[in-house]
């Protein structure tokens, strides 16, 4: 017989999350998992540690996100875009102040 070990690790709840797979009993998304590991180049213990989750907690949200790499790395893509388009949007307030300064 054989179990499921993503299935213990790794939830996806309609409503929580944004529907986002996350780890099982956290608010934590595999996409946040992705981003620390992946793009900000942080250790998987240092993710474990920081945020209370086990070893095997990280490589399954990892583990899963090989298996659902182009979904995922859409998802990020997207994320981005609509941050870039509030950053465009919303000057930032530091930059209004020199501004003014400077008039």
């Known amino acids: 017989m054989s179990t499921k070990t993503l299935d ?3 939830e996806i709840t309609k409503g929580i ?5 996350r780890i099982a009993g956290h608010r ?3 996409q946040n998992i992705v981003v620390w590991h992946e793009l900000l180049g ?7 540690a920081e945020y209370n989750l086990t070893l095997a907690d990280v490589y399954a949200a990892l583990a899963y996100y090989y ?9 990020i893509e997207v ?3 609509f ?4 950053r465009l949007k919303t000057p930032s307030k530091v930059s209004q102040k020199l501004n003014e ?3």
């Open 17 to 21: 999350a944004g529907g986002k797979p």
């Open 67 to 75: 298996d659902h790499r182009t979904e995922i790395d859409k998802s």
């Open 79 to 81: 994320s981005e875009s």
């Open 8 to 10: 213990k690790h790794i």
């Open 83 to 86: 941050v870039e388009e509030l």
């Open 101 to 103: 300064q400077k008039a």
């Open 42 to 48: 942080r250790d998987a213990d240092e993710i474990s």
């Open 28 to 30: 934590i998304t595999v």
